[in-house]
């Protein structure tokens, strides 16, 4: 066990997506989500897909060693959390929904990984 996985160290990061603010983030998708529309879920589908696949990785990363580490995997699925990330901003504001989640999301790469790490807590505790 690792005594030193702790939020609080988490938080001392650079770049850090607190989990409040992750919630604000997947809150406002939410509060911006049209109703009864096919293609949005869609999007929203492929993006969440993205989301849990790469947050199940990245929990398991640390206990894969490291000659077995498929570094390439990793990054081709972080990116695609990204790219399906992009197409659902994208189409929303296409329709002229509030897409501001995005840009308070940013660009670095590992604020939208903790993002995703988040969404899939989530979905995960909603399965209960």
Not at 103 to 111: C, N, P, S, T
């Amino acid at each position: 066990m690792n005594k030193d996985l702790k939020y609080e160290n988490y938080l001392t990061q650079p770049n850090p997506l607190p989990f409040e603010e992750a919630m604000e983030i997947y809150e406002a998708i939410l509060q911006n989500s049209p109703e009864d529309d096919e293609e949005f879920e869609e999007f929203w589908d492929l993006a969440l897909s993205a989301m849990t696949v790469y947050a199940d990785l990245r929990a398991n990363w640390k206990q894969i060693r490291k000659g077995q580490r498929d570094n390439d995997g990793r990054t081709r699925k972080h990116d695609n959390v990204i790219h399906t990330l992009n197409l659902l901003s994208g189409m929303m504001e296409q329709r002229g929904l509030d897409v501001s989640w995005r840009k308070q999301l940013g660009d670095q790469r590992k604020r939208i990984g903790d993002f995703a790490c988040y969404v899939a807590m989530l979905y995960g505790l909603s399965a209960r």
